[in-house]
DNA sequence: CTGAAAGCGCTTACAG
DNA sequence: CTGAAAGCGCTTACAG
């Protein structure tokens, strides 16, 4: 192995293949028309020089500019999950402009399904050359990946996975393992005949097998550890938010040791913070500015998250990297399961979450 | 708002400056000698056309190289911590080697002094243009600081602080939260009249420090939510080892219903395997492939975790940033701390760690 | 104190 | 099928 005593550029290739760098260009990215035997000659010099294009170069001197299409959610008060994987999309968004990238942002309704029919026709005539989104509407999101398809655009899941699919990669978290974990947490504090409480808002139908997933992943935990307390589930529809209160005292019981919240927990702490919450550990999910107020005040115990923020940065870094850079993409890509609580949640906060 | 139609570059702010790009350069970058007048009229135009310099033109055009120097600890079969560490230093090698960026690694013995005192020597000779650093010695950290000071070297600290240091900037551990987290883990598991054995091992001097502020983050942990069980402290030194089965039994009573070893576990997880590990919480620290082995089969509970790889590629794009793209760096930048168990270690096992 | 020119390693019309 | 030349947005001697 000699000094790679200066990279070997085009030049040096072009030099040896005795050609033009032109004709080297037209090799190495399969444009133009080329002599088989330049061909050869040319790619065997490459090989054998290990030769790596400088890829700052290459984006000075191209004007080919990315246009790269989002879609996801559009976050509400009432459920502001969704500005995280923003925040991470914007990030790299930042890092990749110098290097030619366009990005467009669509935002769709959670609750309004026609709105996502709307958007992603959009995200389509604009033709663009890779697509980050949000699958939430199953139908809709199957159609929508098809048509991606058909249009030969790469396009990347974000935050929910459809398996079936041809998409390039997916960037998310996995529901089931999450509840799970939550199973083995809120077992540290239950006693032999205590009993839990699992809630799921179904009010945003678009999310409900993720809540479905993280119910059963709990369920599973107990029912692999022998635990042989009750377990009680309570989906709670739109119109019965208001009433909230009574029906979540309704169901707990003094032998209710166990509270485990399979979205964001903000709304039900709000009531248990005015009843007390006695011996109860809460679980809820994600790092939101209201959960996280009733972390901080002891209400919720834990929160599970799974790094919203980097899920978006990582998606676009991998539509950069397809087609910038030419790189493989890991088609799976499940961000870590994260323990929150009071003691840990400052280190959150910036950019890491 | 204007559209920004077409990025303003170099060439607009000379033409609208009537000067040329060469000293449109000196302006912008302090070299050379321009009159007052023409410096503040360039500089006033790129203020307000809000000039942003391509960072790819300018890494192009440069022949400037960066090198940097890497001083950490080596890895140990006994305590592959440093591993990660280095992994990630190697992660933003491969990102920034384009940009003109070389780094050069220096490895010392945690149990020798005197290997730290001779590969902090040779990083000085050579003269580096940025250091990244752990400063597990203090007394010849503080030394070599300063003598990096001295030589306007600018340089980062990572896994340790020196507070009172002039150091760019420190990637790490809040040490002392670790332990206090932990002892909220303990706390869930522990009865009223429960008993704590806390373990350190003693032979890395240098690290000694750390162990110390988990002890206190644990016991303080305890005081302040009123636990009145008995806690006690082992400090195991390095001629101790071989007899730990014995030392840790002897101390392990009826009522020990924690353990918390304040740096990594699977030499004890080991022992306690043969014996049986009852009804005892086990903690540790950092997902090693040692300590994994541990919490897969169930004798460690709970690792606790600060991302040794993203401590490690954080710093090297610091000394980028500061370096090449003349951004401000945050003196102080703690790791999340994380909980690991047997349910989520699977997605702390890749570059994320 | 200042400018003209060459060059960094590529891509991209254009001409043949 | 192939090459010469211009250009991407900068930096860097060199000359004055």
């Known amino acids: 192995m000699i000094e790679d005593n200066e990279k070997t550029g085009i030049n040096d290739i072009a030099r040896l293949a005795n050609v033009s760098k032109a004709t080297v260009d037209r090799v190495l990215y399969n444009r133009g028309r080329v002599s088989d035997e330049t061909r050869e000659k040319v790619l065997n010099i490459c090989k054998e020089l290990n030769y790596q294009p400088n890829i700052l170069a290459q984006r000075l001197a191209s004007d080919k500019v990315y246009r790269l299409a989002v879609l996801i959610p559009k976050s509400t008060p009432d459920n502001p999950y969704w500005e995280y994987p923003l925040k991470g999309i914007e990030n790299a968004e930042k890092e990749v402009e110098n290097y030619g990238i366009k990005i467009k942002k669509y935002f769709y309704d959670l609750k309004d399904i026609r709105s996502f029919r709307k958007e992603s026709l959009q995200v389509l005539t604009s033709d663009p050359d890779g697509i980050v989104f949000a699958p939430e509407f199953n139908r809709e999101s199957i159609e929508f990946s098809q048509k991606c398809s058909h249009k030969k655009i790469p396009y990347i899941f974000i935050d929910s996975n459809l398996p079936k699919q041809n998409h390039l990669s997916y960037?998310?978290?996995?529901?089931?393992q999450g509840g799970y974990l939550a199973g083995k947490l809120l077992s540290l504090h239950l006693k032999k005949h205590s009993e839990v409480l699992i809630l799921n808002f179904a009010n945003e139908l678009a999310n409900y097998p993720h809540f479905m997933d993280r119910e059963k992943g709990m369920r599973d935990y107990f029912t692999e550890h022998n635990y042989h307390g009750k377990i009680?589930?309570?989906n709670i529809s739109p119109d019965q938010e208001t009433e909230l209160k009574e029906i979540v005292k309704g169901k707990l019981h003094r032998r209710t040791r166990g509270l485990f919240i399979t979205s964001s927990a903000h709304k039900v702490a709000r009531q248990i913070q005015k009843t007390g919450k006695?011996?109860?550990m809460i679980l809820g999910y994600?790092?939101?500015?209201p959960n996280l107020k009733y972390l901080k005040n002891g209400i919720i115990d834990f929160l599970i998250c799974q790094?919203?923020?980097t899920q978006g940065y990582l998606s676009i870094m991998a539509l950069f990297d397809h087609l910038v850079q030419?790189?493989?993409i890991q088609k799976s890509n499940f961000m870590p399961i994260e323990i929150i609580a009071k003691e840990n949640y400052q280190y959150y906060l910036d950019s890491n979450i």
């Open 171 to 176: 960037f998310g978290q996995d529901t089931y």
């Open 232 to 234: 009680t589930s309570l």
């Open 278 to 280: 006695g011996n109860l």
């Open 286 to 289: 994600d790092l939101t500015t």
């Open 307 to 309: 790094k919203p923020v």
């Open 326 to 328: 030419k790189k493989d």
